[in-house]
C-alpha cells in the first residue's frame, strides 16, 4: 500500500525506467530488511503445526511464548564492537576543529554506534544531514540516522546506475496519526537542489498530495546562496554491496531452532516417558508411596469377590508398554554443528562458538573477521567523509558563520585489532624515544581509555609543567647572575 502511493511521486523522475518495476525491487528488499530485524530482536520463523506448539506448550498469543537459541545479534554485535570512528581530519588544523565540533554536538561516539549496527544487520543505511535551529534562534548542522525501509516506515534511495553512491534522489517514508493511529502516510524527496513532501489524505487514499499544514511550502529550495544545488541530503552506508551480516545465517537460525524443539522434545519424552497400559485403567494422578487398588464389581459397581478363573484371565490381558525413546546425543552434536556453521561463515570469532573449534580455526576467523572489519571502514569511511562535506556545504548555506575552507578529509578509524594492554604498553615504550609525545599517548590511549579531549588536556598541562620549568630555570638563572654581580 505504502509503496503504490509514492509512485505518483517519483514517476516524474525515473529516467525511462519503470517504476512498477524498481518498486517491485524494493519492496522485496523491504520484505528482508524487515525478516533480519525480526531475526536480530529474537522474533524467528517458527514453523511449527499445531499439534507441535501444543507438544512444546507453545501458545498461538504472540512471540514471547517462542523459544530460540539466537545468534544473530552475536554476529552483529561482534563486528559493531570493531567499528569505532574517532575523527575527521581535514588538511589543515582549523578545517580539523571544525569537524571536532561538528562530531561532538551530534554525538557522533553514539550516533554512529546506530548507523553501524543497522548497516551491517540491514545491508545499508542513511544518514539525513539537515540544519537544526536551536530554540536561542542559533542554528547547527545536523546528523540524523535514518534505516532503510522496511515496507513501513525507513529511506528508500534511487540510484543512476549501480556503481553510483550518490542517490539520484531518495524518499523518507513515514506514518504520522490524525483520526486514527497510523492512518496517514508522509513522504519526503530528497532532490540535489530541493525537497518535495507529500502527505496521503487518509488510510485509503490511492495517491500523494503535497504537504502544507505546518505552513512551510510543499517544495523548500536546498542550494547555496548562488543558486548551486546542495546535492542530495541522504549519505549511504553499505555492508557488503548491500547485503546483510546476517543473510547467509538466517537458513542456518531456522536449522538450529529446530533442531532445540527436536531437543526439548526428546528430553521431555525420556524423562516423562509415554507408557500404554492395555486391559485397565490407570489412575488420573500418580504420587510416590500410593496404593493402586484394582478390584472385581458386580453388576451394581460395588466390590465383590472374584473367583480364581477371573483372576486369572483378567491378569493375563493385562500389559503394560512403553514407547521408544529417543536418543539426544545426535541433536547435540548437530546443534554444535549448526553453531559453529554460523560462526564459520560469518567469520565471527567468540566463546559461543562450538568446544571443538581449534586454536588456529579461531584465530583464522580473527583475521578474517578484521579483513571485513577494515573493508567496512575503507568503505564507509567515505560515507563519513562525504557526511561531513555535505554539513560544511550545509553551513555555508544556512549557517550563521562560514565553516573554514579544506581540499581534504580523511576518516579516522580505532584500531579493530584487539590487543593486550600489557603488549600495548610495551609497544609503547618501544617507541617512546622516537615520536612525539601525542604520538605516545594515542598509542596508549587505548589502555586508559583515552578520548582525543583527554589527550589534548594532558598536552596542555605538560605544556604548562614545560613553560613553569622554563621560567624558574630563567628566575634561577638571572638570580646566580645577579648575586654574583653583587659580591663583584
Known sequence: MTLTLIKSAIAPFMRGMSADAWLENERMTAEKVKLFRDYVDGDHRANLTPEMRRMLRISNNGSLNEFNDNYCPIIIDTMVDRLKLERIEADNDAATAWAAEIF?????????????????????????????????????????????????????????????????????????SRKEVGDTVRVNVYHDDRIERYI???????SLVPYEDDGVPAVIPWTLPNGEPLGV????????????????????????????????????????????????????ALTPGMILSYYAQDADGNPTAPNNEFVMNWLQSIRLEQWEQGDIVPYIEQARYLKDEIFEITNTPTAAAADN?????????????????????????????????????????????????????????????????????????????????????????????????????????KERERQQEIRESVRGAFGEAFSRRLAA
Open 357 to 461: 573449534s581449534s586454536g588456529e580455526s579461531l584465530k583464522q576467523r580473527e583475521v578474517k573477521l578484521l579483513g571485513k572489519v577494515q573493508r567496512f571502514q575503507v568503505r564507509n569511511g567515505n560515507s563519513w567523509e562525504d557526511a561531513f562535506a555535505l554539513a560544511h556545504r550545509v553551513q555555508q548555506a544556512y549557517g550563521a558563520a562560514m565553516p573554514p575552507a579544506f581540499n581534504e578529509l580523511v576518516a579516522k578509524w580505532k584500531d579493530a585489532q584487539v590487543r593486550n594492554k600489557k603488549e600495548i604498553v610495551e609497544l609503547a615504550n618501544a617507541v617512546k624515544d622516537q615520536v612525539d609525545l601525542r604520538t605516545y599517548l594515542e598509542i596508549i590511549a587505548e589502555v586508559f581509555d583515552w578520548s582525543a579531549e583527554k589527550i589534548d588536556k594532558i598536552m596542555a598541562e
Open 233 to 284: 541530503p541522504i549519505v549511504t552506508f553499505l555492508n557488503r554491496d548491500g547485503i546483510s551480516e546476517i543473510e547467509s545465517v538466517v537458513p542456518l537460525q531456522d536449522a538450529l531452532n529446530r533442531t532445540l524443539y527436536s531437543m526439548v522434545m526428546t528430553a521431555e519424552l525420556t524423562a516423562f516417558a509415554i507408557r500404554v497400559l492395555i486391559g485397565n485403567k490407570a489412575p488420573e
Open 104 to 176: 561532538k554536538q551530534n554525538r557522533l561516539d553514539a550516533l554512529q554506534t546506530e548507523v553501524h549496527a543497522a548497516t551491517v544487520r540491514d545491508g545499508r543505511s542513511f544518514v539525513l544531514v539537515d540544519m537544526l535551529e536551536l530554540p536561542d534562534g542559533s542554528r547547527r548542522v545536523r546528523f540524523s540516522h535514518e534505516p532503510a525501509f522496511d515496507g513501513t516506515y525507513g529511506v528508500i534511495p534511487f540510484y543512476a546506475t549501480d556503481a553510483d553512491r550518490t542517490p539520484l534522489f531518495a524518499l523518507k517514508i513515514w506514518r504520522m
Open 200 to 206: 496521503s489524505e487518509g488510510e485509503h487514499a490511492s
